[in-house]
């Protein structure tokens, strides 16, 4: 490989003379040789030269910092992505932590070369985070990623808040996970808000997107116990992936499936049996579908439709129908497993 023969070449020629140029010139090559390797599929290698790459320049920073902080910067966040591909999320959070106050010293001189890679490095670490099941960290690090993307987006609104969203839509996530459920609603909120706007100009790009924020937020005021803005979020969720379904049912029917269902359990705690029941027929039915496919995946999902279903026709005096529908969920449910509490 020519790559990997220039930075074999360069690595013979340090010699007294010119040892700071020689080393810059053997990271730059190691830097090239690791795109060089990930299109060929060897990640393992890319991170292998990319950390070969840091070494280097870690040593020239201490020297030079003024002149090989961004390149430090630049093979560190790299690094990163590279191990976060072999699933080595906290050796990546490791080299995330040593990449963010470098980018923090050079956002403060260049703020806007430099603000972006710094609040991508807060968001990638938010990720690496959530790898490991840190929530707490992981809601940290996305919090700083969204001030410094919410700055941005006020000033470049074209350029930046696509980026926005994606860091609200995760924080929303990863507060949902520690329970904090109405911070976590109002993360989405600005989120749904971005994304409205965005959706009008590029429907197909942003509307799934805004589908599943809608999801997230009436999930997240369920939880709440706001019940009536839920449902109303969640009725348009379903509106939206009404329309995807048809166009793409394979990859959007599971989506409006689960809307379907969050959306009839609403309606019925809302005292509204009559429209929920209309809307859980929808989420079974698709469920039914569903199974033929991937019956591991979506059997536990049908099972608690139809669970669910029938309590819902129970209340409205259908006992009958509910009996059928409870000795489908019977025949669904492989034994000793999927045991659901539906609403009552």
């Avoid at 870690?58 to 910067?73: G, N």
Wanted: aromatic residues 8%; proline residues 3%.
């Amino acid at each position: 490989m020519e790559t990997y023969t220039e930075a074999l070449s360069i690595r013979s020629m340090l010699d007294s003379r010119h040892p700071l140029k020689v080393k810059a010139l053997t990271a730059s090559s190691l830097h090239k040789l690791a795109f060089s390797l990930e299109k060929q599929g060897e990640i393992e290698k890319a991170a292998w030269a990319t950390g070969e790459a840091a070494s280097i320049r870690r040593e020239l920073h201490q020297l030079q910092s003024s002149v090989y902080k961004v390149d430090l910067a630049t093979s560190l966040f790299n690094h990163s992505v590279y191990l976060e591909k072999l699933k080595l999320y906290s050796d990546a959070s490791r080299t995330i932590d040593e990449v963010k106050p470098l980018f923090q010293e050079l956002a403060t001189a260049q703020p806007g070369k430099f603000q972006p890679r710094l609040a991508t490095a807060f968001h990638s670490n938010g990720v690496y985070m959530e790898m490991v099941g840190d929530f707490t960290k992981a809601s940290e690090e996305m919090r700083q990623a969204v001030i410094y993307r919410r700055e941005l987006a006020s000033k470049n609104p074209a350029s930046h808040r696509t980026e926005l969203v994606q860091s609200l839509y995760n924080l929303g996530v990863y507060l949902e996970k520690q329970r904090d459920f109405k911070e976590a609603a109002e993360v989405a909120g600005e989120a749904i808000v971005v994304l409205r706007q965005l959706a009008i100009s590029e429907p197909d790009s942003y509307q799934p997107k805004l589908a599943s924020t809608l999801h997230n937020r009436a999930v997240y005021l369920e939880m709440s116990k706001v019940i009536t803005e839920a449902s109303e979020l969640m009725a348009e969720a379903v509106a939206i992936r009404t329309v995807l379904a048809l166009h793409n049912p394979a990859r959007f029917k599971a989506d409006l499936s689960h809307s379907l269902y969050n959306y009839g359990v609403y309606l019925g705690k809302l005292g509204r049996q009559r429209d929920a029941l209309d809307v859980l027929r929808q989420a079974v039915e698709n469920y039914r579908e569903l199974i033929k496919r991937q019956p591991d995946v979506y059997r536990p999902k049908l099972v608690r439709s139809l669970e669910t279903l029938g309590v819902c026709l129970r209340k409205l005096g259908l006992s009958g129908e509910a009996g059928v529908v409870y000795e489908e969920a019977m025949s669904a449910r492989k034994p000793g497993k999927y045991a659901f509490t539906a609403y009552t």
